[in-house]
Nanobody
Framework: VQLQASGGGLVQAGGSLRLSCAAS????????MAWFRQAPGKEREFVAS????????RYSDSVKGRFTISRDNAENTVYLQMSSLKSEDTAVYYC????????????????WGQGTQVTVSS
């Protein structure tokens, strides 16, 4: 499976962005999807995940209530709607896919997108 993330950019604190991750080369609905992020000098961390059919989602405490993950299996795309952005959300955001991962563990994901930079100015 190949993943292509897009939608990052520069936004002011309090603003919104929507990230997209387009998948190809596999049956998208067979894959559990997630977003991770990595800030400079920090380890990659879990942000959000969504089950194969989209009926279940999980979020890190730091983004709960501000971010929403969704997927469109007909379009082979997963999204991350980010609102009320804070400077601490600044990071490279990665989408990831796996058939049956431990949702918060990056090492349990098999496929990764190239990352898209999100910069929040205060």
């Amino acid at each position: 499976v190949q993943l292509q993330a897009s939608g990052g950019g520069l936004v002011q604190a309090g603003g919104s962005l929507r990230l997209s991750c387009a998948a190809s080369g596999g049956t998208f609905s067979n894959y559990y999807m997630a977003w991770f992020r990595q800030a400079p000098g920090k380890e990659r961390e879990f942000v959000a995940s969504i089950t194969w059919g989209g009926g279940g989602t999980r979020y890190s405490d730091s983004v709960k209530g501000r971010f929403t993950i969704s997927r469109d299996n007909a379009e082979n795309t997963v999204y991350l709607q980010m609102s009320s952005l804070k400077s601490e959300d600044t990071a490279v955001y990665y989408c990831a896919a796996a058939r049956s991962p431990t949702y918060y563990l990056s090492r349990s994901y098999d496929f990764w997108g190239q990352g898209t930079q999100v910069t929040v100015s205060s």
